[in-house]
């Protein structure tokens, strides 16, 4: 009995100390969201970020510290687009958080918010891993990152009415920050414009329309499919008539076959932070298009 | 807006003006003077009214396209038909060839197993296809049927439940059949496993898989460690029996899973659970001490305890290259009741070790050690035809398979099977599964 007693007093206890903490808790299925969130939430905000740069979202176990994590949310903030259908549903299911149901203002989906691109006119699984809302890789476009930076800090502040306008003002200093860094990316990424890239995954289509680049080849001979030998060498002959100026993958992907490509095509192979957290310099959503820019210029060099 | 005339006459008077200058006629420069004043007036005026407009214009316009990216997202975001409302459908395509050099009379000595258990028959056969049928109800509900096609052309209601999606205090309520949460492997479907076959002590115990009619309600603690518990009541439907009709529950089972993440590449979950189950009649192969092939029959009480134990590691926690997974669970079981028609009570346990290996992005291997300990049993007056051999069965499995996409899947298994005592069975296995429709998310 006494024991009993102490187990309940610890549950309260426990369940006081979650009352108390007041913030907001968002739960981030990708990186950049969750440096997105922590940009506009600041000290309202509690983040936590479900992956990293170097793991692959498609394909993310669903770790038991998960369901923990999605159980005392207020926000999910994920891309959307069936780019977490592989985990987060079971996840969801298991954790079955009222607030973050599909519809609920708890649920918010990035992909909503840009204009997708890729949208396959046929769903056939013989095409590989296709996404029937668009290709959801949409972090590598920063107009993008503006877009649903307006539309998070506007789900901000209908979650937490009390501090409607702390969000409002801090978007509209990022806004006016991000606005200034894309000049500043675009001004150095103008040499960038027509060059003639190689990918290994289709990560990248929100990044070429961006800065004008012209992806000839994909190293994965179908989206998620891992590059082949043949595939590989079809590439290097396309190359010979077409030549590309560099090959790029992301952090996460890996290195073999671009290094492969580069090593025969001789151009240089390009690893991209992708996303926050993805090299060293990408520590943040600003330091991640100075870096990615960077390297898109020396790889183009 | 513009008057032709008005311009030509503008332009006119400015080529003039220095000829103007020139006639020095002072009244009539004044006049000119005048009518060019007027008119710059008059034009300045215009272009302000003209600029005005154009900015208006360029608002509106701006505004149009804006509307219509909007519209363009929003289009590309939820795409419509009329069967939008259907729900998640998922076939599971499932086939073995399966060459043994053992017949099929299968029992394990010493365990009245009960249930469906065994490697199954040889040579080409359908395994189990399952057809699932998932989606959320409304707000509060969401429901699931899966049902299991056997290669015998009968199909089996595997799992057909509602639970809640909205209850607060981190509540779950499951209700219909389902599998029980108890243990790591009860509650995942065939598909999902990582070898053809459960392992013994789940055939032995649980008459492969547990599921019953009934319900469930689940629990899951607001801490940052992953701590659930959960408490069932059912029908006892155990081991292909019909559970009891009679009021109340003939199955109660408990369970707790706790687990998390140890650095980023790691993580864990362990549990503890209880099954207390009064099945009847319960059927057992088994063979008696003249050799010949029996059926048993039992009914009585079923206690099982399970201690489960699952890791992963995955550097960086990123799987797609290369991952470890190694699992682990021990049953014990008691059983009191009667034997056919004499007094039966035994108390046995076992347990299975496995590693499964991912080395490629297409490819994994995997072994498991299966073992059995026979325990103390007492026949009572069946001691005449059952004799307590005291022995303990064992199994040990290899794997690989190919995996071309997460959809597919072709599987290569060698076990050599020791069930039965002074029998050893020689199995190979192989095995395709495809899942078509739904993308399927998979638990940990």
């Known amino acids: 009995m006494k024991k009993c007693i102490q187990i309940i007093s610890l549950f309260l206890l426990i369940m006081a100390a979650q009352a108390a903490n007041a913030a907001i808790n968002v739960f981030a299925c990708e990186p950049e969201w969750g440096a997105l969130a922590k940009d506009l939430g600041g000290d309202k905000v509690n983040v936590f970020t479900a992956t990293n740069a170097l793991q692959d979202v498609h394909h993310i176990e669903a770790k038991p510290s998960l369901v923990s994590q999605l159980r005392k949310a207020d926000l999910l903030a994920c891309t959307g687009s069936e780019l977490e259908i592989g985990w987060l549903p079971v996840l969801m299911r298991q954790a079955n958080n009222a607030k973050l149901q599909a519809g609920k203002p708890g649920n918010f989906e990035a992909a909503h918010y840009v204009k997708m691109l890729e949208i396959p006119s046929r769903l056939d699984r013989a095409d590989g891993d296709v996404h029937p809302g668009g290709n959801p890789h949409i972090q590598t476009d920063p107009r993008n990152i503006a877009k649903v930076g307006e539309a998070l800090a506007q789900r901000l502040a209908e979650i937490d009415a009390a501090n409607a306008t702390f969000y409002q003002d801090r978007h509209k200093d990022f806004a006016q920050r991000w606005q200034l860094a894309m000049k500043r990316w675009e001004t150095q990424a103008a040499p960038l414009k027509g060059v003639a890239i190689v990918v290994q995954h289709k990560g990248f289509p929100y990044l070429e329309d961006w800065l004008g680049l012209n992806e000839i080849a994909t190293l994965e001979p179908k989206p998620g499919v891992e590059p082949t030998s043949s595939h590989l060498s079809e590439v290097l002959t396309q190359l010979q008539s077409q030549p590309a100026?560099?090959?790029?993958?992301?952090?996460?992907?890996?290195?073999?076959?671009?290094?492969?490509?580069?090593?025969?095509?001789?151009?240089?192979?390009?690893?991209?932070?992708?996303?926050?957290?993805?090299?060293?310099?990408?520590?943040?959503?600003?330091?991640?298009?100075d870096d990615t820019v960077q390297r898109l210029l020396d790889g183009a060099k | 807006m513009f008057k032709p005339k008005l311009m030509v006459r503008a332009v006119a008077l400015t080529f003039l003006l220095p000829l103007a200058a020139q006639a020095n006629d002072s009244e009539e420069m004044e006049k000119l003077r005048a009518e060019l004043q007027e008119m710059k007036q008059s034009y300045e005026g215009r272009i302000k009214s003209l600029e005005t407009r154009l900015q208006q214009t360029e608002t509106v316009a701006g505004d149009a396209a804006k509307t219509a990216e909007s519209a363009a997202v929003q289009a590309s975001a939820r795409p419509t038909a009329s069967n939008a409302f259907n729900p998640d459908i998922s076939l599971i395509l499932s086939g073995t060839y399966a060459n043994r050099s053992q017949d099929s009379d299968y029992h394990i000595t010493g365990f009245q197993a009960g249930g469906e258990i065994g490697p199954g028959s040889r040579s080409f056969s359908l395994g189990e296809s399952e057809l699932g049928v998932y989606a959320n109800v409304d707000h509060y509900f969401y429901g699931g049927l899966n049902l299991a096609l056997a290669p015998d052309n009968s199909v089996g209601v595997e799992e057909a439940f509602i639970q809640t999606t909205a209850l607060p205090y981190g509540l779950t309520l499951k209700a219909g059949r389902f599998f029980s949460g108890i243990g790591y492997l009860n509650e995942q479907h065939a598909h999902t496993w990582d070898f053809v076959d459960n392992p013994l002590a789940y055939q032995a115990f649980l008459g492969n898989q547990y599921g019953d009619d009934g319900l469930q309600l689940k629990w899951l603690a607001p801490t940052d460690i992953f701590l659930e518990v959960g408490a069932e009541v059912g029908r006892g439907r155990i081991a292909d029996t019909e559970g009891r009709d009679k009021n109340g529950?003939?199955?109660?089972?408990?369970?707790?899973?706790?687990?998390?993440?140890?650095?980023?590449?790691?993580s864990w979950r362990a549990g503890l659970s209880y099954l207390q189950v009064s099945p009847e009649n319960r059927e057992s192969n088994d063979l008696d001490a003249s050799n010949t092939f029996v059926t048993n029959s039992f009914t009585g009480k079923s206690k099982v305890w399970i201690a489960d134990a699952v890791w992963k590691w995955?550097?960086?926690?990123?799987?797609?290259?290369?991952?470890?997974?190694?699992?682990?669970?021990?049953?014990?079981?008691?059983?009191?009741?009667?034997?056919n028609t004499d007094d039966y009570s035994a108390s046995q346990s076992g347990w299975y070790v496995q590693g499964v290996y991912k080395f490629l992005q297409e490819w994994r291997t995997a072994l498991r050690y299966d073992h059995l300990d026979a325990g103390t049993v007492n026949y009572g007056l069946n001691t005449a035809g059952l004799a307590d051999t005291n022995y303990n069965p064992q199994r040990i499995s290899w794997m690989l398979d190919y995996n071309p996409s997460e959809f597919s899947r072709v599987r290569l298994q060698l076990s050599r099977d020791e069930s039965r005592q002074g029998v050893t069975d020689n199995q190979v296995f192989i095995q395709y599964q495809m899942s078509l429709g739904a993308h399927g998310a998979h638990k940990y």
């Open chain 1, 245 to 289: 100026k560099m090959v790029i993958r992301a952090a996460y992907n890996s290195d073999r076959p671009s290094q492969w490509l580069s090593e025969k095509a001789k151009i240089p192979a390009v690893a991209l932070p992708f996303t926050v957290g993805g090299s060293e310099r990408a520590k943040d959503l600003f330091s991640l298009f």
């Open chain 2, 249 to 266: 529950s003939s199955a109660t089972s408990l369970f707790a899973h706790v687990g998390g993440d140890v650095g980023v590449s790691n």
């Open chain 2, 314 to 339: 995955a550097p960086n926690g990123n799987g797609t290259n290369t991952s470890v997974k190694v699992q682990g669970e021990y049953l014990h079981r008691s059983e009191d009741g009667t034997l």
